[in-house]
């Protein structure tokens, strides 16, 4: 049987998702000692641990070259698709929120108010539930930079620590969601490996209450 492949999410989530299933008892060694490698053998061999950016590792496991995928929240829900989402690992905390200029009140005056964020479909679902008009911008980084150079009224991004914020004379005024690192499935490959996905799953699970 082909090892059950797992795309992970490289960078912030990276470390806490080894660590994970280090405690779950699969030994993550060559994920440690990976180099330029990005596919992975994870445990007995059995599992294989393939690393990408948020949005690859959704397209992956649509697509299903990838079975299991650990992702943000924030990138699920900007990017949508066809997958289950099976697990809350509670790592990779943090916010989408709503912020602007300290000093001014984001929902005085009339005019169509312009938003900078890098998560565009998040942002216009978020004001298509207030039923309130609004113009998207997509910017890619160091979104906070929008506002103080005059090009947004506000923006939506994700808020950790509150600390870029602060530093820019920026504040949250409305939290828009929840976010932390979640375990995605496809479909098919939660049909035809039902047992050993789930196994997975539970031993995770199991592991992420012992570290709490
Ligand atoms: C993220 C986010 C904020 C910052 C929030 O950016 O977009 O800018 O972290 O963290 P804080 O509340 O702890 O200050 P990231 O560092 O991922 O880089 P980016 O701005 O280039 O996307």
Redesign the pocket.
């Known amino acids: 049987m082909k090892p059950i492949r797992i795309a992970l999410t490289k960078g ?1 989530l990276e470390k806490d998702t080894v660590a994970l299933l280090e405690k779950a008892g699969y030994d993550c060694t060559a994920v440690r000692n990976k180099g330029r490698r990005l596919i992975l053998p994870v445990g007995d061999g059995s599992f294989e641990v393939v690393l990408a950016k948020a949005a690859d590792v959704i397209t992956y496991v649509e697509y299903g070259v990838c079975d299991i995928g650990v992702v943000g929240k924030d990138t699920i829900m900007e990017s949508g698709g066809s997958f289950y989402e099976v697990l809350d690992f509670g790592f990779g905390k ?1 916010r989408f929120a709503l912020a602007g200029p300290k000093d001014r009140d984001f929902y005085s005056g009339y005019t169509v108010k312009t938003i900078a964020s ?1 998560y565009p479909a998040v942002t216009r679902a978020f004001f298509e539930s207030k039923a309130m008009d609004i113009r998207v911008i997509k910017i ?5 930079l929008a506002p103080l150079l005059g090009l947004s009224d506000a923006i939506v ?11 820019n004379g920026l504040q949250v005024i409305e939290t828009v969601a929840e976010i932390s690192a979640r375990m995605i499935v496809n479909p098919a490959s939660l049909k035809l490996r039902k047992a050993e996905i789930e196994a997975f799953a539970d031993k995770l699970e199991a592991a992420k209450e012992e570290m709490e």
Do not use: A, P
Not at 140 to 144: A, C
């Open positions: 912030r943090c890098k890619e980084g160091s979104v906070e991004d994700i808020v950790e620590t509150g600390s870029t914020l602060r530093e």
